[in-house]
């Protein structure tokens, strides 16, 4: 099976964010959207996220690795094209192993 592309990604994190968990954002949605400060996340909706990208990819994610990571570099906010970076990263790992 072939790792989805980056732009593949961004389409399916678009297409979740569009209505999200009650929230609708008609927004352009790209790399440098702020999933807080721009979409308007709180952090229960960033864990449900995570779920929906763990069904939708069928896999699971080191999503706590992520926010560390993001922790430590002192991010308040975290823009759409890291975290698609992140889930191409992890996919193609994946990926590589099977």
């Known amino acids: 099976m072939m790792?989805?592309?980056r732009?593949?990604?961004l389409d399916?994190?678009?297409n979740l964010l569009r209505d999200f968990n009650g929230k609708?954002?008609?927004g352009d949605i790209g790399t440098e959207t702020l999933l807080?400060?721009?979409?308007?996340l709180v952090s229960i909706d960033a864990v449900i996220l995570a779920e929906a990208l763990e069904q939708?990819?069928?896999r699971q994610f080191p999503f706590s690795m992520f926010l560390a990571e993001i922790g430590?570099?002192?991010l308040g906010d975290i823009r759409?094209?890291?975290?698609?970076?992140?889930?191409?990263d992890q996919i193609t790992v994946g990926s590589s192993k099977d």
């Open 3 to 5: 790792s989805p592309t």
């Open 7 to 9: 732009e593949r990604i």
């Open 12 to 14: 399916d994190v678009r």
């Open 24 to 26: 609708e954002y008609s």
């Open 36 to 40: 807080f400060g721009d979409i308007g």
């Open 56 to 58: 939708l990819y069928e």
């Open 72 to 74: 430590r570099e002192g």
């Open 80 to 88: 759409l094209g890291r975290l698609v970076a992140f889930l191409h």
